[in-house]
Structure formats: structure tokens, C-alpha cells
């Protein structure tokens, strides 16, 4: 495979993670202005869950594009090996909810009810989406990223504005909806690459399922590292700080997009290199990833006030909190490729988790220190210390094992300036128009 700049693949990348952004903006906006500030913590606890269940699950996209890509197993093969246990995985969560949800009563019964319902689906299509991946897909892998959430918001906007329900359940249950939809719309359009070859494997199934106990693993604790604070918040300051506290961990985390476009744009790479072209692959994306996100930490920093008031007028506090968050932040941005290395280079997705781990015992415990004291930017400091400390100390295993010094991470050099000399050059060829076409222009 051809090397393809790092710049331009991550902008192609964040181009359809910008209208993943834009969704998920449109999302956050919609549903707070539209319900009282404590409904809006309930509906986010609510949707954090089903998060969980989305991150726990995650290791099917892991293990089936590892199959298709590093194995070069039919994708056809490895999809029905993913989907036979994410089946079940999803009859469980919707056991699940409609049990607790049958317990709770209520509008908590309703938001449990459709938590599972939105879980099962996002289990069914993280399998679509392994295979697209694992192809080296990017499009289709991109859309399955996006549809999702796109069909949910409509379906709340639906519900809200033309039927005018607004509710926490009612809006959790526009969104698994909208995920079902999507998943629907997925397997009828890319039925050509996710049929192609299929035929039922046990031994391939069993080893699908190890790898992604593994994976889920890491991607549940790393998810819990992003959001367990926020039942901590919910205990000491009730479903106000819960929204409050919310709206600044979506804004800082919202960079990440750059970070996981330029991840993503090299996860086919990476798992067909050698170890050592991977490791100096992965570090060059890091490097790149210091410097972008770097200056919009420094524009979140500038401008947090100027957010709290356009978009989150209602929730005094959210800027202070966000520009706690702005420096583990920008240090765990180095997540995303360190977490696709060791997954899809190495096989051991558990790396990655032990660093999410880390983070996720020191976030814990200082949350439980500091937010008695200082209130939702208790939460957001905790967090910032606890990116950091895991991160510093992943970076640590991994140059030390691939004999790597630091300065492939953290020193931009002149070598990689070549990167947006190429970025501009390939824009420039793309946007040339071809001679034949000058000729029909020429009188």
C-alpha cells in the first residue's frame, strides 16, 4: 500500500467525523433547550449507559476488521462470525431493559426500556462496521459512524417538535429508533461487502468473541474513564451538575474527532506493516496530533466563555469546567493511536486497557476528593489529571518496547512538514482541471 499522507488522510477522515460533530452538536443543543436542565441530566445518565453498553461491545469492530485485515479472512466469514454473538448480546439487552424497566416504573422504566433497545442495535452495526474497516472501507466505515446518530436526531426532532413529546424517555426512544433505522439502511447498502464469501466458522466465531472480550474490555474502561465521573457528579451535586458538567466533557472531548481522524486514516496500515514501520507510524501520527490539537486546546482555552454563551447559555459553570478538562485532554488525544496499535498491530487490545484503567482509578478517586470541594470543576480537574497520568505512562511502555526515544512523539520535525507540502499538492492536483477541460474552454 502506497504511503498516503498522514494530513490528508486524517482531513478526509475528519471530514465525516465533522458531520458526526455537527449531529452530535445538533443533538446536544436540541435536547437541552427542549428539556428542564434536571430531565436533561437524566436523559444523559440514560444515554451514558447505553454508551457503556457501545464501548463494551466495541471490541466486535476490533476483532472483525482484525480478522478481515491482519487474518485476511472473507468478510463475509468474519461478519457472520461477529454477528451470531452480537445477536445475542442484543436479545440480552433488551431482555435487560424491559426487566428493569418493568422494575422502575415510570419514566425510568421508559428510559430503561429504550436504553436496551438502543443497545442492541449498536451492538448489530459496530459488526457492519468491523467489516467495513477491516477492508480498508473508509467511506462506508465513516457512514456507519454517522447514519446512526444523524437518523436519531431526526427522529428526536420528530418526536419533540412535530408530535411535541418531550420527555427523557421520549427522547431515548427516538434515538434507538433512529439507531435501528440506520442499521437497516447499512445492511441492505453494503449487503455486497458484508455477504461476500460468508459461510459459518466455529472455531472463527470463538476466537472473534476472545478477541473482542479483550477489546470490549479496553473500550469499556476507557469509555468508563471519559464518563464515570459523572455518577460521581450526580451524587454530590444531582441532575443540575450532571448537565452542567456534561456540556464541558462534550465540548473538550469534541477535538478527539481531529485525533481519531488521523487514527483512523492509518488503522488499514498498521495492522499489514511491520512492527517497527508500524511503530514509527503510529508515532508519527502522534506527532501530528500534538500539533493540531494543540492549537484548538488553545482556542478552547481563548474562547470557553464565548461557547458557554452561544450555545449553553443556561449552564453557568460549563467554561470554567471545560478549560480544567483542556490539558488531559489534549495528552489523551494520544490514546486513539497508541490503543490502534497495540490492537491492531499486536493483537493486544488489553494494552490499551490497562492504560484506560489507570486513568479510570485515578479519575475516581480524585473525583471523590475534589468534587465535594469544588463542584463540577472538582470533576473536570480530576479528569485532566487522570488523562494525563495514563497516557504519560502508556508512552512510556510503548517507546521503551519498540526502542523508540521521545522525540519521535513530541518533536515536530522538518521531515514532516513534507506532509502538508503533500497535502497542498495533492489538493492542488485535485482541484486543477484536466486539460481536456481547458481545451473546451478555450475559444
Known amino acids: 500500500m502506497g504511503r498516503m499522507s498522514i494530513a490528508f488522510g486524517g482531513i478526509v477522515a475528519f471530514l465525516f467525523r465533522g458531520m458526526n460533530l455537527a449531529v452530535a452538536l445538533a443533538t446536544v443543543v436540541l435536547t437541552s433547550r427542549l428539556l428542564e436542565e434536571a430531565e436533561y441530566g437524566r436523559f444523559v445518565l440514560a444515554l451514558t449507559v447505553v454508551g457503556i453498553l457501545n464501548a463494551v461491545t466495541g471490541g466486535l469492530t476490533a476483532a472483525v476488521a482484525y480478522q478481515v485485515s491482519n487474518q ?4 463475509g466469514t468474519a461478519f457472520l462470525g461477529g454477528a451470531i454473538p452480537a445477536g445475542v448480546l442484543g436479545l440480552a439487552a433488551i431482555g435487560i431493559g424491559i426487566g428493569v424497566g418493568a422494575g422502575l416504573g415510570g419514566d425510568g422504566g421508559g428510559l430503561a426500556a429504550a436504553a436496551g433497545a438502543a443497545g442492541a442495535a449498536v451492538i448489530l452495526n459496530s459488526v ?9 472501507s473508509l467511506v462506508r466505515y465513516n457512514v456507519a459512524l454517522v447514519l446512526p446518530p444523524l437518523l436519531s436526531l431526526v427522529f428526536i426532532a420528530v418526536t419533540f417538535l412535530a408530535l411535541d413529546q418531550r420527555s427523557p424517555a421520549g427522547a431515548l426512544s427516538a434515538y434507538a429508533a433512529g439507531q435501528w433505522a440506520a442499521l437497516i439502511l447499512l445492511t441492505l447498502t453494503g449487503a455486497g461487502q458484508l455477504f461476500a464469501g460468508m459461510r459459518f466458522e466455529g472455531a472463527l466465531a470463538a476466537t472473534v468473541v476472545r478477541f473482542a472480550l479483550l477489546a470490549g474490555l479496553s473500550s469499556g474502561i476507557s469509555y468508563l474513564n471519559y464518563r464515570a465521573d459523572l455518577f460521581v457528579v450526580r451524587h454530590f451535586e444531582g441532575d443540575d451538575g450532571v448537565a452542567t458538567y456534561s456540556q464541558a466533557v462534550y465540548i473538550g472531548e469534541s477535538i478527539w474527532q481531529v485525533s481519531g481522524s488521523l487514527a483512523l486514516a492509518m488503522y488499514a496500515r ?21 500539533v ?4 484548538l486546546c488553545v482556542v478552547l482555552l481563548a474562547g470557553a ?15 470554567n469546567a471545560l478549560r480544567f478538562l483542556v490539558p488531559g485532554v489534549l495528552l489523551y488525544g494520544l490514546a486513539q493511536s497508541f490503543s490502534g496499535f497495540y490492537t491492531y498491530q499486536r493483537g493486544l487490545p488489553w494494552v490499551a486497557a490497562v492504560v484506560a484503567g489507570t486513568g479510570l482509578v485515578v479519575d475516581i478517586g480524585l473525583a471523590t476528593l475534589l468534587v465535594p ?8 480537574l480530576a479528569s485532566s489529571i487522570a488523562y494525563g497520568t495514563a497516557i504519560i505512562g502508556g508512552l512510556a511502555v510503548f517507546l521503551r518496547q519498540e526502542r523508540l526515544p521521545a522525540s519521535r512523539i513530541f518533536r ?30 478555450t475559444p
Open 373 to 380: 470541594a469544588l463542584g463540577v470543576n472538582g470533576a473536570a
Open 72 to 75: 485476511r479472512r472473507p468478510a
Open 412 to 441: 515536530f520535525s522538518r521531515a514532516d512538514l513534507a506532509d502538508y507540502r503533500q497535502l497542498v499538492e495533492t489538493l492542488r492536483a485535485r482541484l486543477r482541471p484536466a486539460p481536456g477541460d481547458v481545451a473546451r474552454d
Open 292 to 295: 493540531l490539537l494543540g492549537v
Open 128 to 136: 457492519a462496521a468491523g467489516v467495513f474497516l477491516g477492508r480498508g
Open 270 to 290: 498498521v495492522g499489514s506493516l511491520t512492527r517497527p514501520e508500524a511503530a514509527e507510524l503510529t508515532a508519527r501520527v502522534m506527532r501530528h496530533t500534538i
Open 305 to 319: 466563555d464565548l461557547v458557554q454563551l452561544i450555545l449553553f447559555p443556561d449552564y453557568d459553570g460549563m467554561a
